[in-house]
């Protein structure tokens, strides 16, 4: 194990114990007691535990998915799941795993200045974006802290499939093209 990834278990221990404030023992505990007795998706609990693992002045972490699959208490697929839908380069994240060894991977946060963060969403847009991949965007936007209520309610409003009244893929091309001309101004 490497000095980074010891490191990084003993946070893992830390955080897990702060978030939980006590050593869950199965997913029915994990799941009871994370966010305050209130159930919630494995899934999301993941997400979250690992967002807590990233310091202010941290630009990446490295864990071990066989290690992390084991705090949850399921299977090293779900962690992979996590990571998959949740760490995209399109969410602010770049991940590079390795296989063996109990799963390394390194998840790197990209550089979360406004402007840079809204270009790299725009460059990372292709032709066409769907009133799901839009919302999405929003969502992590607004939980960012990169747009206004009221910037994501304009966003939303301007590409909902309610004001795109054209047929597929017209609807979703144009759709793009509002969303990256919206966030274009919003950068300067």
């Not at 999301?44 to 490295?62: A, G, P, R, V």
């Not at 299977?75 to 992979?80: D, G, R």
């Not at 292709?126 to 990169?146: C, K, P, R, V």
């Amino acid at each position: 194990m490497t000095r980074r990834t010891n490191e990084n278990n003993l946070r893992c221990t830390y955080v897990l114990h702060r978030i939980f404030e006590c050593s869950p023992t199965t997913s029915d505990e994990v799941i009871n007691l994370f966010g305050g007795g209130k159930k919630m998706r494995m899934s999301d609990m993941i997400e979250e535990f690992i967002k807590e693992l990233f310091t202010e002045d941290e630009e990446y972490i490295e864990i071990q998915r066989n290690d992390l699959a084991e705090q949850f208490n399921c299977v090293p697929s779900q962690i992979n799941y996590v990571i998959s839908t949740r760490f995209k380069p399109s969410q602010g994240y770049y991940v590079e795993s390795k296989r063996g060894g109990g799963g390394h991977i390194t998840i790197k946060k990209v550089n979360v200045k406004k402007t840079n963060y809204f270009m790299h969403i725009i460059n990372n847009i292709g032709d066409t974006l769907t009133g799901q991949e839009a919302g999405i965007f929003i969502s992590n936007l607004l939980s960012y802290n990169m747009l206004t209520n009221e910037q994501a309610r304009l966003l939303k409003v301007a590409t909902s499939d309610n004001v795109l009244t054209l047929t597929q893929p017209t609807k979703d091309i144009i759709r793009a093209r509002i969303f990256k001309n919206m966030l274009l101004n919003l950068a300067e």
